[in-house]
């Protein structure tokens, strides 16, 4: 009989977990793309459906707690607070902080963007409503991929391989899964690579895959409902703001959005260079 070790070394080997990932993945996204299709579509507005492509991402939640239940469980407990046995990072100081910095650097890219005169707004509505359920939409959709990325791809390829390829693997894996999107650029591949190095640093280094959950949330849900920007090349159908004017260039890129400018790729750099190399502080006593 196979021992729980070597099982575990086969499971770990480094194709299989994104197997698995992408599985998950793909699997959650048809099984919504089903339902949607067959019990909402034409019965409610293009806004609730887009909404509703980030909610069913709870598929891919379900799919994965069933199978790391199955087979992964110290994997599926560290997604967890910190005081259930979770990740030692994973605090709500910690998934704040994330939303805070995703909110930041989305709106600083944003906000030279429009100085620059490549985009100019203006309101569109406010439906607090709307915007409160989008945000869990997006949360659950964000959630969705660094639960199955940050969180089980890269526990698994750590424990056998270490960190440094979980790191470099992750951002692969991650950078992977949007090259289908419209107008993905060179720039934005790389970009994709470097904040997905980040989302991964902060696993390794602060132990908090929440910190990396909060910070992608905000990002998406900053430039798809707040502005009304391509999210990694797909419009929202109803946003805060209306897009009235924009022009590519250095600032932003019309059909990729914020995430294919220079601007957000400096940010992602600088972050990663931040994260990456300035010590950890100490705690006293």
């Known amino acids: 009989m196979m021992t729980d070790t070597k099982d575990k070394k086969i499971r770990h080997f480094i194709l ?23 019990v909402f579509q034409d019965r409610v507005g293009a ?37 259930t046995g979770g990740m030692s990072g994973n605090t709500v100081r910690n998934l704040l902080f994330g939303f805070g910095l995703g909110l930041a650097t989305n709106g600083t890219c944003a906000s030279i963007a429009c100085i620059h005169g490549d985009l100019t707004f203006s309101v569109a509505g406010f439906s607090p409503v709307y915007l409160g ?30 960190a440094v390829w979980a790191l470099v693997l992750n951002a692969l894996l991650f950078a992977g899964l949007h090259l289908g999107n419209p107008g993905i650029t060179v720039l934005a591949i790389v970009r994709l690579l470097c904040i997905s190095m980040l989302y991964g640093l902060f696993v390794v280094r602060y132990k908090s895959l929440w910190m990396a959950i909060g910070m992608h949330t905000t990002w ?20 805060l703001l209306h897009l009235d004017s924009s022009r590519g260039g250095f600032f932003y890129d019309e059909v990729f959005g914020l995430e294919g400018s220079v601007t957000a790729l400096i940010v992602a750099i600088a972050l990663v260079a931040i994260v990456a190399f300035v010590p950890l502080g100490k705690k006293k006593g």
Request: aromatic fraction near 14%; charged fraction near 15%; glycine fraction near 10%.
């Open 16 to 38: 299989i977990p994104g197997a698995v990932a992408f599985g998950i993945l793909f699997l959650g996204s048809l099984i919504s793309e089903i339902l949607i299709w067959l």
């Open 133 to 162: 359920i989008g945000l869990i939409a997006v949360l659950i959709q964000s959630g969705a991929e660094e639960l199955l990325i940050r969180g089980y791809f890269m526990g698994a390829i750590e424990s056998r391989y270490g």
């Open 220 to 239: 998406n849900y900053t430039q798809s409902l707040l502005l009304g920007l391509p999210n990694s090349g797909i419009v929202s159908e109803r946003a």
């Open 47 to 83: 806004d609730v459906l887009f909404l509703m492509r980030y909610g069913f991402n709870i598929f891919c939640w379900i799919f994965l707690f069933i199978y790391c239940l199955i087979l992964e469980k110290p994997i599926l407990k560290s997604f967890g607070h910190a005081k």
